[in-house]
């Protein structure tokens, strides 16, 4: 089966050497069904909620191509962005320069079908960013659409041994078989993606753009419901969508992090990179500087800085035997969204680790329930 085809347009790179950041971990998971979305608001420790187409270009792939496109595109929508006051842009690698980006997203296109259920049909596909491959997993409901759509952000896997669609398994079939269409993106410099440079890949700029991307593409297909559409995000990934929904704050309808890396960009720096890789980590500040020398860098890469930006419902959840990102991150991020104006759910889950296990179905069935609502399916 081959989906509709669109167009988007090349775009010039930047160069950047940089040493990989030490591996943030990523999770997957397993299939079941829905029920009651909490009511934000209270406090409770045992996992409820606390508080309120597109057609490839023909330019060469093989060399990294994560920068923007000054060449602007109407959203699919037609309708004009309105006059927003950005922050001053101190640095092109930061959330503010993102926030400024025409990023463009289309030609999303399946080559092989992966897997059928009496729910959905499963795909490896391929969509494009400003230019750039990117490739994924798409699983599309059966029946009449258009269908609500998620795009699911994984969290760290070492690229080297990383294959398509991996890390969300769990999440892709349960949603799918809920109704949704899923395009878990792979990312550039994974699977058969294009390549990423070092400083794309370090500060997760360039995942942030991917996943925006991916959005895009989606809402230019005729199966989905471009009105109807949410990030879900683990681990690493938690921390992709949080930068995308600052970045974009009207891109999507809803939210949902699982078990995310810190808001704060040096809290990942000291927890994942001095400890296990000192090498990269002062190579890092050799490049801008340490967090006392430079904080206003690091903190232009942290999304709390601009949680005033977030429109849409974000449910967080974290199980509080995580060994791998501290649940009083996602504590702070909860406290820190609401205190900037955001609907914010965090649901703490009793006993739980960084990948989920016995409560793994509960989670789903929350969340399921949690975007059904706010998407109003």
């Keep these: 089966m081959r989906l509709p085809r669109g167009w988007t347009r090349p775009v010039t790179t930047y160069a950047a050497a940089l040493v990989l950041l030490a591996p943030l971990v990523a999770c997957s998971g397993d299939p079941a069904g829905p029920s009651a979305d909490p009511a934000p608001g209270s406090t409770v420790p045992?996992?409820?909620?606390?508080?309120?187409?597109?057609?490839?270009?023909?330019?060469?792939?093989?060399?990294?191509?994560?920068?923007?496109?000054?060449?602007?595109?109407?959203?699919?929508?037609?309708?004009?962005?309105?006059?927003?006051?950005?922050?001053?842009?101190?640095?092109?690698?930061?959330?503010?320069?993102?926030?400024?980006?025409?990023?463009?997203?289309?030609?999303?296109?399946?080559t092989t079908q992966l897997a059928e259920t009496d729910r959905w049909t499963g795909?490896?596909?391929?969509?494009?960013?400003?230019?750039?491959?990117?490739?994924?997993?798409?699983?599309?409901?059966?029946?009449?659409?258009?269908?609500?759509?998620?795009?699911?952000?994984?969290?760290?896997?070492?690229?080297?041994?990383?294959?398509?669609?991996?890390?969300?398994?769990?999440?892709?079939?349960?949603?799918?078989?809920?109704?949704?269409?899923?395009?878990?993106?792979?990312?550039?410099?994974?699977?058969?993606?294009?390549?990423?440079?070092?400083?794309?890949?370090?500060?997760?700029?360039?995942?942030?753009?991917?996943?925006?991307?991916a959005v895009k593409a989606l809402k230019r297909m005729d199966y989905v419901d471009p009105d109807r559409t949410a990030f879900v995000g683990r681990s690493m990934g938690g921390g992709v969508t949080l930068n995308a929904i600052v970045a974009e704050p009207d891109l999507v309808d809803a939210a949902v992090v699982f078990a995310s890396v810190s808001s704060r960009f040096v809290d990942n720096l000291r927890q994942f990179t001095e400890p296990n890789r000192p090498d990269g980590a002062r190579a890092f500040y050799d490049e801008h500087g340490t967090p006392e020398e430079s904080p206003r860098f690091y903190r232009d890469l942290s999304s709390r800085t601009f949680f005033d930006r977030v429109e849409v419902p974000v449910m967080l959840h974290h199980g509080t035997a995580d060994d791998t990102c501290p649940p009083a991150w996602s504590r702070?991020?909860?406290?820190?969204?609401?205190?900037?104006?955001?609907?914010s759910t965090l649901v703490e889950w009793p006993g739980e680790g960084h990948a989920f296990g016995p409560r793994f179905a509960d989670s789903m069935r929350r969340t399921v329930a949690f975007l059904r609502r706010h998407l109003e399916v």
């Design 123 to 213: 795909y490896a596909a391929s969509y494009r960013v400003n230019g750039a491959t990117v490739t994924g997993e798409l699983l599309v409901p059966k029946g009449k659409g258009p269908f609500p759509a998620l795009v699911l952000n994984h969290g760290y896997i070492d690229p080297a041994i990383y294959t398509l669609g991996r890390g969300m398994s769990r999440e892709q079939e349960w949603f799918a078989a809920a109704g949704f269409v899923v395009l878990h993106t792979d990312y550039r410099g994974h699977a058969g993606s294009d390549p990423v440079s070092p400083m794309g890949r370090e500060t997760r700029l360039v995942y942030t753009r991917d996943a925006i991307g």
């Design 332 to 343: 702070q991020t909860d406290r820190l969204l609401r205190a900037a104006g955001a609907r």
């Design 46 to 110: 045992t996992g409820t909620p606390s508080a309120p187409t597109d057609q490839p270009t023909d330019e060469p792939s093989g060399q990294p191509t994560d920068d923007p496109t000054g060449d602007p595109t109407g959203d699919p929508t037609g309708e004009p962005e309105p006059e927003v006051t950005l922050p001053p842009v101190r640095d092109p690698q930061s959330l503010p320069a993102l926030m400024r980006e025409d990023v463009r997203g289309g030609g999303l296109r399946t």
